[in-house]
C-alpha cells in the first residue's frame, strides 16, 4: 500500500476516534498528516477532514445541546479564529506550543483540583471569553484546541450525552469558522481537500471504534479519560516545543 494512503488512512482514523469519543487528539493529527504532505497546508487538508466527522457527529449526537453554554461561548471563540489567522504568520511556533502546553496543564489542574474543592470559576462570564479566544486562536494556529474545549465544556457538569452534543456542534461551527483565512492564506486549495477525502474510510472507522468506547464508560471514567488524553496533549507540546 501506498505510504501516502497509509498514512492518511491512520489520520483519518484518529479524527473519527477523537470525534467521537472525548476529543483532544488534534495534537497527534497533524504531525501523521505532516508525514504525507510537510508544510503548513497540512492544516488545509486537517479542516476539511474535521468538518466531514463533525457533521457525523452532529448527526449521531444531536439531543441535549446546552445552547444557553454554547451561544455564549462561540462568538468570542470565532474571533479568536480570526486572531488566528492573523498571528498564524508570524508567531514563532515553538513558542506557541510552550505557551498552549502550559495552558492545557493549567486547565487540567484547575479540573482536577476541582473534585476536592468545588468551583464556579469557569461557568463565569470572564471564563467563558478567555477560553473561547483561546479555543479559537489554537484551533486555526495548531489543530489543537480540542483539550481546551473538551476540560471547559466538562467543567460545565454537563451530562455525557450533553457535553457530546454541544461539544459536536461547538467544533463543527469551529472549523467552518476557520475555511476563510485558510483559504486566503492559501493552504487550502483542491489538492488540500483531495487528500481529505481519501482519509474518509479511516474516518468511518474510527467513528465506530469512538462511539463504542463512549457507550461503554460511566461519567468518572469517561471525564479522566477526557483528563488523560489532555495529559497526552500536554507532554507532547512540551516534547516538541
Known amino acids: 500500500m501506498d505510504i501516502t494512503l497509509l498514512v492518511l488512512l491512520m489520520a483519518g482514523m484518529i479524527t473519527g476516534f477523537s470525534k467521537f469519543s472525548v476529543g483532544g487528539m488534534g495534537l497527534l493529527i497533524l504531525p501523521v498528516i ?24 452532529v448527526s449521531t449526537y444531536r439531543k441535549q445541546i446546552a445552547w444557553r453554554v454554547l ?18 504568520s508570524g508567531i514563532n511556533p515553538d513558542q506557541f506550543q510552550l505557551m498552549l502546553g502550559v495552558l492545557v496543564v493549567l486547565m487540567l489542574s484547575y479540573s482536577i483540583f476541582t473534585d476536592h474543592y468545588p468551583s464556579n470559576f469557569m461557568r463565569h462570564p470572564t471564563a467563558i471569553y478567555i477560553a473561547g479566544l483561546l479555543s479559537g486562536v489554537v484551533s486555526i494556529m495548531a489543530n489543537a484546541a480540542g483539550p481546551i474545549v473538551s476540560l ?8 455525557k450525552d450533553a457535553y457530546m452534543s454541544t461539544r459536536a456542534w461547538c467544533i463543527l461551527l469551529i472549523n467552518l469558522a476557520k475555511f476563510p483565512p485558510l483559504i486566503m492564506l ?12 481519501y482519509c474518509i474510510p479511516g474516518m468511518v472507522i474510527g467513528a465506530f471504534m469512538g462511539y463504542w468506547l463512549v457507550k461503554k464508560l460511566n461519567l468518572n471514567q469517561f471525564k479522566w ?17
Open 34 to 57: 505532516m508525514i504525507a504532505l510537510p508544510g503548513p497546508e497540512a492544516l488545509g487538508v486537517i479542516a476539511p477532514m474535521y468538518v466531514i466527522t463533525d457533521l457525523m457527529a
Open 71 to 88: 451561544l455564549r461561548f462561540l462568538p468570542i471563540t470565532v474571533l479568536g479564529v480570526g486572531l488566528g489567522g492573523w498571528l498564524l
Open 152 to 159: 471547559f465544556f466538562m467543567e460545565q457538569k454537563l451530562p
Open 186 to 197: 492559501g493552504l487550502m486549495n483542491k489538492e488540500t481537500i483531495l487528500f481529505s477525502v
Open 225 to 241: 479519560l477526557i483528563r488523560g488524553m489532555s495529559a497526552i496533549a500536554a507532554i507532547k507540546l512540551f516534547m516538541f516545543s
